[in-house]
Nanobody, 126 residues
């Protein structure tokens, strides 16, 4: 069974950068596509980014396009989210989630993901 663990969340000033990691264990990451989601205080969880198992497709929410970059290392069994030019509105708990690589459907549909990490907090504040 796929297990996911996020790390890298921190307090950062506006305009700063962070790199989040999503480490997989239990099974090889090759069989899964991975999404990043976030939940800000008082708001619903929303999709941030997605990368398929073969790294041939990536998607981003409009709010993070041009600032965030998703990547993965299937040898290291890890997916990364590089976040640049951070804004206070990026403050949230960030989660990574996995779904079988053969499953179709919208990348931001949370119901299509079977496995979730516990989340890592990101706070953007001066």
């Amino acid at each position: 069974q796929l297990q996911l663990m996020e790390s890298g969340g921190d307090l950062v000033q506006p305009g700063g950068s962070l790199r989040l990691s999503c480490a997989a264990s239990g099974v090889t990451l090759d069989y899964y596509s991975i999404g990043w989601f976030r939940q800000a205080p008082g708001k619903e969880r929303e999709g941030v980014s997605y990368i398929n198992s073969r790294m041939s497709f990536t998607y981003y929410a409009d709010s993070v396009k041009g600032r965030f970059t998703i990547s993965r290392d299937n040898v290291e069994n890890t997916v990364y989210l590089q976040m640049n030019s951070l804004k206070p509105e990026d403050t949230a708990i960030y989660y990574c989630a996995g779904r079988p690589r053969t499953r179709s459907g919208s990348w931001s549909n949370q119901g299509l993901y079977d496995y979730w990490g516990p989340g890592t907090p990101v706070t953007v504040s001066s």
